[in-house]
């Protein structure tokens, strides 16, 4: 079966430093290669400077690599137009206070990802209900959110788009506990309702066992380790994959 | 959205003061053939400057025309021009800098250094050089002051492009396939009005200024037609004797200035409150 | 034990035009001499309120303290005039925050930053002490360090130099707010261990200030639980975890994830 995305050696450089500074050549991605099967989910996992921010783009449209070849759906994604690749994956983005326009209203917001299927905007309230917003909020800004509510809106204007894959980049990192629990639980709910591919970034492996059946740990832009999210939590290989397991805190009931 | 700010106007008492004084001065330049005791261009050469009485509130000029209705009158032309020219500048700035600040690359290059190329004239000489081409009125006056004035604008409205740009709101609308033309109107000039607003209105005042220091030059609004800086162009002729020429005058510029200033700085907080990221 | 600080009954409010909001109720909380306590819960709960107004850092402009006492050594901090603040600031009492970048200023070196400091505590040889500082939290790579900007060393790094600052005067409290929030995982528990062993080093007591329960599980020996300003739960961290009374409590500990158990 042709894999849904299909990544193979990509490379993504970021120059540093000014004209009178030293310029420096940072690689955030070095060769790496993945692959998403249709209906399931993977996650991509690593700490800052691994790269991870920077592959969700890239596989997002959002950046271009340097170099390697990535094929979605089967169509290389030099040849797809942008709207074929705003219909394929959309980004449902990290901090949900600015990745939201302050001066648009929520339902304005979820119309455009709606506009992109060509359906009808009183579909936009569907979508509300189906991420648990009050259909009132619609009329709503930004600011009159709590932060649970606006990762809410941020999720339905990425899945009203009705991509084929969902890239989450951090998507419960900057809520409460008691709200990271919630979007989690919707987020699995609506993989299963809606038949869609996650690609979940985070540097935590908590929100990443929650979502994703297959993960890949990411550092300075190498993978260290790939597979099964089960096995590798229950038996991690990498080094540094043991290093982040045994970095989590944990819960310890004896006193 | 518009309510939100409306709400957050009255509870500003800058944004209050200014809008208060600025609606008296509106209503003044509207109403000013039924506020003017007399016909301010009518003159009286029996009259000459006299001082300030209950017949001339203000006294009058070297040719007897009532200084208190020219002065009335002059409100027209100062608010008439300030508002104006700064429309122009705006709509000039605001197009250059949005479109320098999406587009980057070589248009960006090519706009931007032409604003410098502007800037390095002065002001005053840009303007001098305009209005040796063209007659001064009051409507060239209008053009050449919003036409010289939009440089400062087009890089501040860049640069919040540029800010903007990068902002994941953008990046989603981006990827959401939104044309450019959508991304601009609709996703960023609203984020970027701010500025825009409160840079225009405290423009005003200084457009306001210009046109003042143009007409008392003779080069802008052309006696007999009134405004307070061809009042001032008598006035200092006749200071040593005429005190009320110069003085009137001056505090209407004064005071229609600090009205539009004190509305800028009050917008400023209006529309960008610590509530809102 | 001896009580090292004692709150008794504080109340905070934030002032914002003619809005009040309470952000601390009537909270008293000890700390003993040499423990660490645990001070959790989630945003807008007030426990870095009450953290900052401990050391009288709340913004006076927005912030109000409208009652209570906080003794610390036997003396009510809350009614010390402002010199006596200033000498137990750093010199008895430490604080580190959750952002280093922001609490180091960019346009200094860290060598001028630290040397400026030990010299505010009148403390001897500056240069030297700060070699000696550097390695105490366990920064190896001293000289590069010192002369370099903010920026230019890691988060970890800087978060290291933050601690060294604020243990510099041996103070006998140190008040940690989300010291590792902003970090990586495998640079928290780093920087935690850290903090364990100063404290023990230095025999001082700790408030560590979270919203992660199992941080607090696994490096506190008491805890506070605080929800809407007020401490809702109190005791043996262990106890706590275990048998929870509160509700507030309960739902946090549901919230925990798996893997953290």
Redesign the interface.
């Known amino acids: 079966m042709t894999p849904l995305i299909e990544a193979s050696g990509l490379t993504k450089r970021y120059r540093t430093g000014g004209v009178f500074g030293r310029q420096r050549i940072l690689a955030a991605l070095i060769k790496v290669s993945l692959t998403l099967q249709e209906g399931e989910s993977l996650g991509l996992v690593g700490?800052?400077g691994s790269g991870k921010t920077t592959l969700g783009k890239i596989i997002a449209g959002l950046l271009d690599p340097d170099e390697g070849m990535l094929t979605l759906a089967g169509r290389s994604s030099t040849t797809l137009k942008r709207l074929d690749r705003a219909r394929f994956a959309q980004m449902i983005f990290q901090d949900p206070a600015t990745s939201l326009n302050p001066k648009l209203s929520v339902g304005t917001q979820i119309g455009e990802a709606v506009r992109l299927t060509g359906n009808r905007i009183e579909e936009v309230e569907v979508w509300m209900d189906r991420v648990g917003l009050n259909r009132e909020m619609c009329t709503a800004y930004p600011h009159q959110l709590s932060g649970g509510q606006k990762q809410r809106a941020n999720i339905a204007r990425a899945i009203a788009a009705r991509p084929r894959v969902a890239i989450a980049d951090e998507p419960v990192s900057s809520l409460?506990?008691?709200i990271?629990?919630q979007i989690l639980r919707l987020l699995s709910d609506l993989k299963r309702s809606l038949g869609i591919s996650y690609l979940v970034i985070s540097?935590?492996?908590?929100?990443v066992?929650?979502l994703c059946e297959r993960m890949i740990v990411l550092k300075d832009g190498i993978v260290q380790e790939e597979g099964e999210t089960s096995n590798i939590?229950k038996n991690p290989q990498h080094p540094y994959t043991q290093?982040?397991l045994?970095?989590?805190?944990?819960?310890?009931?004896?006193? | 959205m518009l309510i939100i700010y409306w709400r957050r106007l009255l509870k500003n008492r800058l944004a209050l003061a200014g809008t208060f004084f600025i609606t008296l001065l509106i209503m003044i330049a509207v109403l000013a053939p039924w506020l003017s005791p007399r016909d301010p261009l009518q003159q009286d050469l029996l009259s000459r400057l006299q001082s300030p009485s209950r017949v001339h509130f203000f006294g009058t000029d070297d040719l007897g025309r009532d200084v208190f209705s020219r002065v009335l009158y002059g409100t027209r032309v100062s608010l008439t021009v300030g508002i104006l020219a700064v429309l122009i500048s705006v709509l000039v700035g605001t197009s250059i800098g949005l479109l320098s600040g999406y587009l980057g690359g070589w248009w960006d290059g090519v706009l931007m250094r032409s604003v410098d190329v502007l800037l390095c004239f002065p002001v005053i000489f840009l303007i001098l050089m305009a209005v040796a081409f063209l007659e001064p009125s009051i409507n060239n006056v209008m053009i050449i002051i919003g036409l010289t004035s939009w440089m400062g604008l087009s890089r501040l409205v860049r640069g919040e492009v540029l800010s903007l740009k990068e902002r994941d709101f953008i990046q989603a609308a981006k990827a959401l396939g939104v044309p450019s033309r959508r991304i601009l109107i609709v996703h960023l000039l609203p984020n970027a009005i701010s500025p825009i607003v409160v840079s225009a209105t405290l423009g005003v005042g200084g457009a306001i200024l210009t046109e003042a220091a143009l007409s008392f030059l003779g080069l802008g609004v052309q006696p007999p037609m009134p405004s307070w800086g061809n009042i001032l162009t008598v006035g200092k002729d006749y200071m040593h004797i005429a005190w009320w020429l110069s003085i009137f005058p001056g505090l209407a510029i004064l005071v229609t200035v600090l009205a539009f200033n004190l509305l800028g700085e009050g917008l400023r907080d209006v529309l960008d409150p610590r509530l809102e990221t | 034990m001896s009580r090292l600080l004692e709150i008794q009954n504080l109340s905070v409010e934030y002032r914002r035009g003619r809005q009040v909001i309470p952000a601390v109720r009537h909270v008293n909380l000890t700390v003993e001499a040499g423990e660490t306590l645990g001070l959790v819960g989630?945003?807008g709960c007030g426990k870095s309120t009450l953290a900052l107004s401990i050391l009288k850092l709340l913004p006076e402009t927005e912030a109000k303290i409208t009652g209570g006492r906080i003794v610390f050594e036997g003396r009510n901090l809350l009614q010390s005039p402002v010199e006596t603040l200033r000498k137990i600031r750093g010199e008895r009492i430490g604080m580190i925050f959750q952002d280093p970048f922001s609490s180091l200023n960019p346009v200094f070196t860290i060598g001028n930053q630290m040397t400026e400091t030990l010299v505010w505590h009148n403390l001897s040889h500056p240069s030297r002490k700060a070699r000696e500082l550097l390695a105490q939290v366990q920064l190896t790579d001293a000289e590069r360090i010192l002369s370099s900007y903010p920026h230019q060393i890691s988060?970890g790094q800087r978060q290291r130099v933050m601690i060294a600052l604020a243990i510099c005067a041996k103070p006998k409290l140190l008040i940690a707010d989300e010291p590792t929030t902003a970090l990586?995982?495998?640079?928290?528990?780093e920087i935690?261990d850290l903090l364990i062993q100063l404290q023990k080093e230095l025999n001082m007591s700790v408030i560590l200030v979270t919203?992660?329960?199992?941080?607090v599980?696994?490096?506190t020996k008491r805890c506070a639980v605080m929800n809407a300003g007020e401490i809702v739960e109190e005791g043996?961290?262990?106890?706590v975890?275990?048998h929870p009374h509160h509700p507030y409590t309960q739902?946090?500990?549901?919230?925990?994830?798996?893997?953290?158990?």
Request: net charge neutral; with cysteine; aromatic share 0%.
């Open positions: 700490e800052s409460d506990l008691s990271q629990a540097h935590d492996l908590g929100v066992a929650a939590l290093k982040l045994s970095s989590i805190p944990r819960l310890r009931t004896g006193s | 989630e945003s988060g990586d995982v495998t640079i928290q528990k935690m919203h992660n329960l199992a941080l599980s696994q490096n043996m961290t262990g106890d975890i275990q739902t946090l500990l549901r919230c925990v994830p798996s893997l953290a158990r």
